[in-house]
């Protein structure tokens, strides 16, 4: 079964603290998304990667950064938490872009304090 | 104005109900559309692609009116099962990239 695996399901962090969510897929996808989901707003794009030591910004980047060293692993980094940055983050990845066939995973819950 | 707007609902209908969502999209130039499905407290799962031509799978039809710029899904026969949010999923061509936009979603409530 394929899967995404996010590395926490649920993380509570003190403001100002630097944050790593990590994201592996196996499927052998190019293209790998982070997304934040809070009520009344729906999923709002963080950052995307087409490919290895690709990253390009999505609709809200500001205070955060990513990094994919290898092709199943996407790392969100949140440079300094704030406690608007509580939400919940979902990674995704895909066999192509446009919006078709996103595999996501579970999500982490992250609460900053 | 949102690229994609949805009515998050709740809707409440009874089980054997036939319910349907609309998905109304601002930009013209949107190329493709999906209907994804989202359990409490669970990720987003691809339900079904959208055609021009209209796509049914099961008790689920989801269609695409460009002309007034809308998708819809209907489910017939409704299950408890079937309780969940509907995300309508828009994309289109942006600098090079496929811009993706996900609606808030449409909460289904199927009740006994």
């Not at chain 1, 899967?3 to 996808?29: I, P």
């Not at chain 2, 999209?25 to 990720?43: G, I, L, V």
């Amino acid at each position: 079964d394929v899967k995404v695996t996010q590395s926490s399901r649920y993380l509570v962090k003190r403001t100002g603290e630097k944050v790593f969510l990590e994201c592996v897929q196996d499927m052998d996808h190019e293209n790998m998304f982070w997304y934040r989901q809070d009520p009344g707003l729906g999923l709002r794009l963080i950052y995307f990667s087409y490919d290895v030591k690709m990253k390009e910004k999505g609709d809200i980047p500001e205070g955060y950064s990513v990094s994919r060293e290898k092709k199943e692993r996407f790392s969100l980094i949140l440079e300094s938490a704030s406690t608007n940055q509580t939400s919940m983050y979902l990674c995704a990845s895909s066999p192509g872009t446009g919006g078709y066939g996103y595999t996501f995973g579970s999500g982490t819950r992250l609460t900053v304090v | 104005r949102k690229e994609v707007e949805q009515d998050p609902g709740p809707f409440n209908v009874p089980e054997g109900a036939t319910v349907a969502f609309n998905c109304t999209y601002s930009n013209s130039a949107s190329q493709s559309f999906f209907w994804y499905r989202q359990d409490c407290r669970k990720e987003p799962k691809l339900l079904m692609s959208v055609y021009s031509s209209g796509n049914e799978d099961g008790r689920f039809t989801a269609q695409l009116n460009r002309a007034s710029q809308y998708i819809s899904l209907l489910i017939r026969d409704s299950k408890l099962s079937d309780s969940a949010t509907y995300l309508c999923v828009v994309s289109r061509s942006s600098g090079g990239y496929q811009k993706v936009t996900f609606g808030i979603g449409t909460k289904l409530q199927v009740i006994p």
